[in-house]
C-alpha cells in the first residue's frame, strides 16, 4: 500500500475553517496601511542567494542555518524568501524607486525558514512587511509604531501586547559597544552557552538576546547601549519616546533588544505578547538605514516592520477575540424538493444580482428534504429559502429563519429582496 501524501514537516494546510480568520485579518491589515497611505509591493519568492547573504548577514542564524536554498539549471543558486525587506530593496534599486523620491509600501505573502516548527513558529510562514524609504526623521519610526497601534486596537489586541522599545546607535557607536561588550564577556566565556561562546566573535550583540538562563545571569552586569550612544541617535530616540508619549502609547524600554538581523541601525521595536509562550514576539522592525547602500545603491534611508500572521492569528483566537460572525461563511442556504432545479437556480442568481453582499448557498445534488435542512443549519446560514413545486407555481419562496423563533412565511422575490424583506434586511 503506498504511502499517505503528506504536506512538508512545518508547512502547513490552512483549511476552509480557518481562512475566514485569516481574510478578516487581511481585511483589516489592508484596510489601515491604506488609511496612512501605503501602497502594496508584490515581490518573487525566489531571489538569488547573494541577496540575503549581503542584506541580512552571512553570520546571522537565518543565512548559516536556516535558508531554503538551490541551485537551479544555471547552476546560479536560489533561495526561497527567508524574508522581505531585501526582496524590496532589491526591488527598489531594480526599478529606480530610491531616486530623490520617499515611498511607503507594504508587502504581504509566505516566507521559509529551516527551523524546528513548534506553535507559531513554521518553515513556511506567512508575514506582512511594511517599508519606508527616504525619510530620515523619528516621525516615520513613531508613524509605524502608531499605525501598529490602531491595528491592535481594531482588532482588540491593545491590551495583549507590549511595546518594546531600543537604540542601536550608528555603526560607529555599536562599533564601540561591540568592542566593550565581547572585552566583557571573554571575562565570563565560561558561563555562557555555547551559542553565545560562538556568538560573541561573529555577532556579539546577539548574545543579548539568548534565551539561557546562565547567560542572561552574565549579562545582568554587562555594559549598556544606550551607554555608547552618538548624540545624533539619542536625540532620535528621545523624539520618537515624546511623540509616543503624547500619543498615549505606553513602551517599556528594552536595552538588550537587538534584533536578529544585521542590518538594522537606530530604532529597533517589538511587540510582544504573554498570551502565547516563548513565542511572544508578533510584530518587529526598526530603522536600516545602511542596506540600500549595502545592495549596491547610493546611500539612503529605509524604515519599517513585519508581523507574523500565524502568530496574529493565534493571539486573535487565544484572546477570543475573533468576531463569530467572521467565522459563518453564508448568509442565506437555499433547499429544494420536488422538480423545481432550474427554477430554483435561476432564483438563486436573480438574488445574488439584487442583494451583491448576501452570502446565498444552493444544495447541489439532492437529497432528502430534512437532509438539506440539516445542512442548511450546519452552513451557518441565517435563513433557509425552500422552494418546491407550489412555490415554483406560484413564484413565491418560503422563508424559515434558523436563528430565531420569527415565523415561516412565503412571499413574492420582490417581498425578499426589499430593505425590510428578509434577505434585504440580512444586508443591514
Known amino acids: 500500500m503506498a504511502k499517505q501524501l503528506q504536506a512538508i514537516r512545518g508547512m502547513n494546510d490552512i483549511l476552509p475553517e480557518q481562512t475566514p480568520v485569516w481574510s478578516w485579518l487581511e481585511d483589516n491589515v489592508r484596510h489601515i496601511l491604506s488609511r496612512y497611505g501605503y501602497r502594496e509591493i508584490r515581490v518573487p519568492i525566489v531571489e538569488y542567494t547573494n541577496l540575503f547573504a549581503r542584506g541580512i548577514g552571512e553570520h546571522t542564524d537565518i543565512v548559516e542555518k ?46 521559509f525558514r529551516y527551523e524546528r516548527p513548534q506553535k507559531g513558529r513554521y518553515r513556511q510562514f506567512h508575514q506582512v512587511s511594511v517599508e519606508t524609504f527616504g525619510m530620515s526623521g523619528p516621525d516615520i519610526d513613531a508613524e509605524l509604531i502608531l499605525m501598529t497601534w490602531a491595528l491592535w486596537k481594531k482588532l482588540g489586541l491593545d491590551k495583549h501586547v507590549t511595546l518594546q522599545l531600543n537604540s542601536l546607535g550608528q ?27 560562538k556568538r560573541m566573535y561573529t555577532n556579539p550583540l546577539r548574545v543579548l538576546d539568548s534565551k539561557s538562563e546562565s547567560t542572561q545571569k552574565v549579562l545582568e552586569n554587562a555594559p549598556l547601549l544606550h551607554e555608547y550612544l552618538d548624540d545624533e541617535s539619542r536625540d532620535h530616540f528621545e523624539r520618537i519616546c515624546a511623540i509616543l508619549d503624547k500619543a498615549g502609547v505606553a513602551y517599556e524600554v528594552n536595552q538588550r533588544l537587538v534584533r536578529g538581523l544585521d542590518y538594522y541601525n537606530r530604532t529597533v521595536f517589538e511587540w510582544v505578547t504573554s ?66 432545479e432550474a427554477y430554483s437556480m435561476v432564483l438563486a442568481e436573480r438574488i445574488r444580482e439584487q442583494c451583491p453582499e448576501i452570502r446565498l448557498l444552493v444544495n447541489c445534488g439532492g437529497g432528502s428534504f430534512k437532509g438539506q435542512m440539516k445542512r442548511a443549519d450546519r452552513s451557518g446560514a441565517e435563513i433557509a429559502l425552500i422552494i418546491g413545486e407550489d412555490e415554483m407555481r406560484d413564484d413565491k419562496v418560503t422563508v424559515k429563519s434558523l436563528r430565531s423563533d420569527e415565523p415561516q412565511v412565503t412571499c413574492s422575490f420582490e417581498e425578499l429582496v426589499a430593505e425590510d424583506g428578509r434577505v434585504g434586511r440580512l444586508i443591514k
Not at 549595502?294 to 477570543?320: H, I, T, W, Y
Open 171 to 197: 555603526p560607529e557607536s555599536r562599533k564601540k559597544y561591540r568592542e566593550a561588550l565581547v572585552a566583557y564577556l571573554e571575562q565570563h566565556k565560561d558561563a555562557l552557552d555555547a551559542d553565545s561562546q
Open 275 to 340: 498570551a502565547l509562550g516563548a513565542q511572544g514576539t508578533v510584530c518587529a522592525g526598526g530603522r536600516y538605514d545602511g542596506l540600500i547602500e549595502q545592495l549596491g545603491g547610493k546611500p539612503n534611508v529605509a524604515c519599517g516592520f513585519a508581523m507574523g500572521m500565524e502568530r496574529l492569528v493565534l493571539l486573535l483566537e487565544a484572546c477570543d477575540l475573533v468576531p463569530e460572525s467572521v467565522r459563518t461563511h453564508v448568509d442565506v442556504a437555499l433547499v429544494t424538493f420536488g422538480d423545481v
Open 66 to 111: 536556516e535558508m531554503y536554498t538551490f541551485s537551479d539549471r544555471n547552476d546560479d543558486s536560489l533561495t526561497l524568501r527567508p524574508e522581505a525587506t531585501a526582496c524590496c530593496v532589491r526591488a527598489g534599486l531594480q526599478h529606480g524607486l530610491f531616486h530623490n523620491q520617499t515611498h511607503r509600501l507594504w508587502t504581504a505573502g509566505p516566507m
